[in-house]
């Protein structure tokens, strides 16, 4: 079996390895199992769902959310060579007859449906396929705890029911623990196979900037955008407004840029986003719901006008930037009238505690001084030990201090209650308060009661907060939001590491210029793929290939990515193959797209190349 899917890898999808975890995946759904498949954005999370379409007997339904997401993804795939199709509001009646008949018939391998359409179909005509497998795509999105959360996925535990030996593939990017046994429970997975996958992509840059008004917002993104050249970006805003504002000034300084939220006309939304999807414009400004339902490779920023509203919104957001593993950049703009905002619609909403807990989490991300890319990593669960030296904070650093003792009194007044308080209660337990709750717990009587009444309580929820983004605890959002010692935070306690925090101090708010430093970078795994130096000849090259793309994809009426992503032309523009061969092996060059596009890409390169020579 491992043969047959590592052949379908390259036949189909043009990659000549699996990416972590992916392989694994794939084995426990082609054997029948279900699985819940933790992946970030752009991690490969379709590879896991479409290979064993292709391997297994029969058609795999995938329920996806987004109109826009399954024309992307139906587009892709046919574009390999696969059959697939979309059951949505957008086909016509004789579109949908010629769909359904097909599913019948079992000419199509993969069948994409939304929630909705599971419903209208579950009687019909999903129970007159053969399903091989079922994959439930944004899964984050069938659970109250999600960040996502849409009654219409509640009603899919009934597939279960309904189709009792289909294995089931649960997917999403976003999902931190309670959400992820809600994600079990509500589509009544057996004995699912967890998987998660690092969240780290450090490829993408991170940086947060404070304490700017509107106009420097945008003359600060502007600068940005224009010195990094015709590069295609989302720019992310809270108000409708806002997306027409920015995207005005930033066409009055000569960028391609559109607005996109939902107070536009259906069809002028998209005109928009298919001249996104087509480069036909640099940058949509645009409110949040934009990138969901398009796969395009080369987003190489995003930039937040406005903070969002909780880390795993942030994470989703900023990982439709770099998805072909290129360097790419994520830049928020953060300011306390943004927190007041967000603040007052989090008061307001039907998860009003844990949606505060969540812009709680959110804006300590933006006010930290610690390496961001630990505190999401961490969020999330995954451990890491080493700064990424990619983020501002690690290229600007604060002073540090050993925290170990001051680590170690928290956690043990956390322990000795048995982890059955937050982190107000925590604090008055360190601070020796006697506010009537914590007496009546008799939380008076441990021997760390009053351990730290030497600091503020405002310092002391700073450190904490630096505890739970380093990974020394955790905040259970299923159990009253009380707070829980982790393994990481075990190896502080009992001496076996060392808990290095950052400085801080009440008075000074935003890190003064004179106090930052030079950064000594860790080492980050970036892509495999050299950067291509601006003046040199491979550039020259690229940006040829590129017009070739472009002039192939209006021919064929398809979005550039979709013909070959900017990382495969990078691959060409590098190692100039040469024979059919050798255009194997470039990254995302399958058998399809190799009789496709080889000799005339190939044509191009050898031209190119020889003009180069006879300049030299």
Known sequence: ???????????????????????????????GEDVLALMPTGGGKSICFQLPALHLE????????LIALMKDQVGGLQANGIAAVALNSSLTEDERMEARRKCRMGEIKLLYISPEGVQAEISGLLSEMHISLIAVDEAHCISRWGHDFRPEYTQLSTLKERFPHVPIIALTATADKATRIDIIKQLRLQHPQIFVASFDRPNISLAVRRGLGKQEKISAMAKFILTGGEQSGIVYCTRRADTETVATALRAMGIKASAYHAGLAPQERDAVQEDFVNDRIEVVCATIAFGMGIDKSNVRFVIHYNMPSSIENYYQEIGRAGRDGLRSSAILFYSLGDFVTLRRFAEESRQSEINLEKLDRMQRFCETDLCRRRILLNYFGEETEYDCGNCDACLNPPERFDGSILVQKALSAILRTNERVGINLTIDILRASSRAELLQQGFHLLKTYGAGRDLSFKTWKEYIYQMLHLGYIEVDYAASHVLKVTPAGRKILFGKAPAMLTTYCETDDVRSPAKEKSAKKAKAALPDLPAIDDNSIEKTLLDELKKLRTSIARKEKMPPYIIFSDAALQDMALNKPATLEDFASIRGVGSIKLEKYGEAFMSLIREKTSEQQRDK
Not at 12 to 27: E, M
Not at 59 to 64: D, E, H, M, Q
């Open 1 to 31: 079996m491992e043969e047959q899917l590592q052949f379908l890898l390259k036949e189909f999808f043009g990659y000549n390895a699996f990416r972590p975890l992916q392989a694994d995946i794939i084995k426990k759904v082609t054997t």
């Open 58 to 65: 029969g058609t795999a339904v995938v329920v996806s959310p």
